[in-house]
């Protein structure tokens, strides 16, 4: 079993930032592929980014240099930084694991 704990998330004006942190717990192996997804209002939850077992991310195109996910293999933790937010970016952020999901934590951007 596998606890994720997002946390981070909150109100942004258009252009700000924000840092997601989501902490593991549990049994897993300390270099499995972690990964951040999110979900808008009325859509389907859908892929931001992912860090490899080899410290190698992946990102949906659309935030391509905007956000940074990277991970603290000490702390079990993973990070979200994500930069000149738009309003597109709001929904809520989830932090996965396998087939394991945190509660997520909500993210605004206003216009």
């Known amino acids: 079993q596998v606890q994720l704990v997002e946390s981070g998330g909150g109100l942004v004006q258009a252009g700000g930032s924000l840092r997601l942190s989501c902490v593991a717990s549990?049994?897993?192996?300390?270099?499995?592929?972690m990964g951040w997804y999110r979900q808008a209002p009325g859509k389907e939850r859908e892929f931001v980014a992912n860090i490899a077992n080899d410290g190698r991310p992946n990102y949906t195109a659309s935030v391509k240099g905007r956000f940074a996910i990277s991970k603290d293999n000490a702390k079990n933790t993973v990070y979200l930084q994500m930069n000149d937010l738009k309003p597109e970016d709001t929904g809520t952020y989830y932090c996965?694991?396998?087939?394991?999901w945190g509660q997520g934590t909500q993210v605004i951007v206003s216009s």
């Open positions: 996965s694991l396998r087939d394991f």
């Open positions: 549990g049994s897993f192996f300390r270099f499995e592929v």
